[in-house]
């Protein structure tokens, strides 16, 4: 079992920058490939970003290509989302996930944590 808690959320303005965290307990965190995907209201789970354990493979979502970027310490079992140049599209519950196998951009991770609000104001 993994258990994710994210924190970092918040109201910023357009053109802002917020660094959401991902702190992972239970199993070795580092065995796993970290996820971030976000969720607007009446709209469906979409993939942000997900990187291995090693950061050998980080893949981006064409929407936040350039302006965000996954990161992790595996010492410190924690997975950062560092979003820049925010936009009023991206304010959505951002949710980080874990899963064994490799990235995926689809939701078919085994782990999620509860989310955290990210609101861009224009």
């Known amino acids: 079992q993994v258990q994710l808690v994210e924190s970092g959320g918040g109201l910023v303005q357009a053109g802002g920058s917020l660094r959401l965290s991902c702190a992972a307990s239970?199993?070795?965190?580092?065995?796993?490939?970290m996820g971030w995907f976000r969720q607007a209201p009446g709209k469906e789970r979409e993939f942000v970003a997900a990187?291995?354990?090693?950061?050998?493979?980080?893949y981006y979502a064409d929407s936040v290509k350039g302006r965000f970027t996954i990161s992790r310490d595996n010492t410190k079992n924690t997975v950062w989302l560092q979003m820049n140049s925010l936009k009023p599209e991206d304010t959505a519950v951002y949710y980080c996930?874990?899963?064994?196998?490799?990235?995926?951009?689809?939701?078919?991770?085994?782990?999620w944590g509860q989310g955290t609000q990210v609101t861009v104001s224009s």
């Open positions: 996930a874990a899963r064994y196998q490799g990235v995926s951009p689809t939701t078919s991770y085994d782990y």
């Open positions: 239970g199993h070795t965190f580092s065995s796993y490939t």
């Open positions: 990187a291995t354990w090693g950061l050998e493979i980080k």
